[in-house]
């Protein structure tokens, strides 16, 4: 497996395993899923040389750290470990962001014990908490690295200026937030802000939740109960159009003899080297086939192909129903 850069100094995989849909996101978020079988797909990405792994307090909440830190027993050095706080919620389930600075320690002291390890390699902000400074929020994190207990920080779907409040405060090596062939408009403006400050870029759902790869043909195809049922670009109104950007990926990968979710994230990977996509797996057989995307090459006229059938903003709907865009790019 090849590697990247986060930032200055964070050395990772070029792709990484986003572990979210493995434990704990509720029923049938993105289908079923199996520890035992996530497990062993966490284990066989190890095999494979990728070393960067992501997951978050709120994905269960706790369930998804607790099985990562069970899936990483024993195997721990040389991988990067990235987890997010920033939620509130109780027995009663979500209740919001927090994002003060008590809650940060608290955050931070709960997934090292439940992913099992001394140091969180990075600690990204979920979503901004339009109630705290960001400069509060990101001084209780960099007292966190100064303790030994976080490496690097990051933030996730942050606006212009909060990441350059967050910058002027300390160092931030990644910035996390939706980026794949149908969610392009970070291009314009967070894309280049990232690489004036020296940021990577972590993108989320880099396969469109699963749309990208071909293997939903139709609403019908998703199990009761799956989230993508309420998705607005999974959608009867939207789902036909859409479809139209999955030809034209699939067409180049049979060009090339692979998948489309290959396609999808070699294009990711073609669009900078500063850019580490986390495709989600629960399951080995399509955790092998998306880390072969690094292998991947593209040609310009594939990339032409690519960028006129998905062009930023023309996707068929809204990436997140209005509740959830409120919480984007503060």
Known sequence: MKTRKLGKELTVSALGVGCMPMAGIGKGMYGQANDEESIATIH???????TFFDTAEVYGPHRNEELLGQAIKGKREGL??????GFAFDENGFRGVDSRPDNVRKACEGSLQRLGIDVIDLFYQHRVDPDVPIEETVGAMSRLVEEGKVRYLGLSEAGPDTIRKAVATHPIAALQSEYSLWERDIEAEILPLCRELDIGFVPYSPLGRGFLTGQVTSRDDLPEGDYRLNDPRYSEE???K???????VKSIGDAHGVSPAQIALAWLLHQGDDIVPIPGSK???TLEDSMAAADVALSDDD???LDAAAPAGETAGPRYHEPMMKMVRI
């Open 303 to 305: 990339l032409a192909k």
């Open 242 to 248: 859409n479809m139209e950007i999955v030809a034209v």
């Open 283 to 285: 399951r080995r057989v």
């Open 44 to 50: 066989r990405a190890i095999d494979l040389g990728v």
């Open 80 to 85: 990067v470990i990235a987890t997010k706080f």
């Open 238 to 240: 939207n789902f036909a």
